[in-house]
């Protein structure tokens, strides 16, 4: 597989994530509200992380990386819904 058809890969993958997690974000209240602090002007998503995740998750069983990278996903796996039950 070439570079460009990994590339391609990983962007669609990224951008069909975003696609999905957004609306489920805002379905699932993972939102974060503007106040007095924040500078954006409407309710954001929390799903950044998530979408990078299940990103890079779909890339590993694609391209089947090496042992280190799987355990740093299985380590990060416990951190991201660690994150994920914070925002909820």
């Known amino acids: 597989m070439s570079i460009e058809h ?3 890969i990983i962007f669609l993958t990224s951008l069909i994530s975003h696609i999905i997690f957004r609306p489920l974000g805002v379905k699932l209240n993972l939102v974060d509200f ?4 924040k500078i954006h002007s409407g309710n954001i998503p929390l799903i950044g992380g998530l979408s990078i995740f299940f990103t890079v998750l779909v890339s590993d069983f694609l391209l089947d990386f090496d042992n280190f990278i799987k355990v740093l996903l299985y380590a990060s796996s416990l951190i991201l819904i660690q994150g994920v039950c914070d925002d909820f």
């Open 34 to 37: 503007p106040n007095e602090r």
């Open 6 to 8: 990994i590339f391609l």
